[in-house]
Nanobody
Framework: VQLQASGGGSVQVGGSLTLSCAAS????????VGWFRQAPGKERVFVGT????????EYADSVKGRFTISRDNAKDTVYLQMNSLKEEDTAVYYC??????????????????WGQGTQVTVSS
């Protein structure tokens, strides 16, 4: 499967953006699809993940209440709705699919396929 992340851009503090992660090659039938982000000079960190077979959507504490992950199975697309954006949300955002059962959703090594990333810049 190939993943294509899109929807990034520049927004002011308090604004909103919706990122999309579209799959091609096959349907998004992996165990989970996660979002990660990497700020300049920092390591990639977990943002949230949506499980294919149900179960709660997981979010990093830093984005809980502000970000929402949803999926459109008919379009093989997962979305990351980001509200109340802060400057510290500035990063390249990546989506990734975990093909097998995941022990730790926050560990990027659990994910097999990665999109190319989309830049989100939040400024005051």
């Amino acid at each position: 499967v190939q993943l294509q992340a899109s929807g990034g851009g520049s927004v002011q503090v308090g604004g909103s953006l919706t990122l999309s992660c579209a799959a091609s090659g096959r349907a998004l039938i992996g165990f989970a699809v996660g979002w990660f982000r990497q700020a300049p000079g920092k390591e990639r960190v977990f943002v949230g993940t949506s499980r294919w077979l149900g179960g709660p959507t997981e979010y990093a504490d830093s984005v809980k209440g502000r970000f929402t992950i949803s999926r459109d199975n008919a379009k093989d697309t997962v979305y990351l709705q980001m509200n109340s954006l802060k400057e510290e949300d500035t990063a390249v955002y990546y989506c990734a699919e975990a093909s097998g059962i995941v022990a730790d959703f926050k560990d990027g090594r659990e994910y097999t396929y990665w999109g190319q990333g989309t830049q989100v810049t939040v400024s005051s």
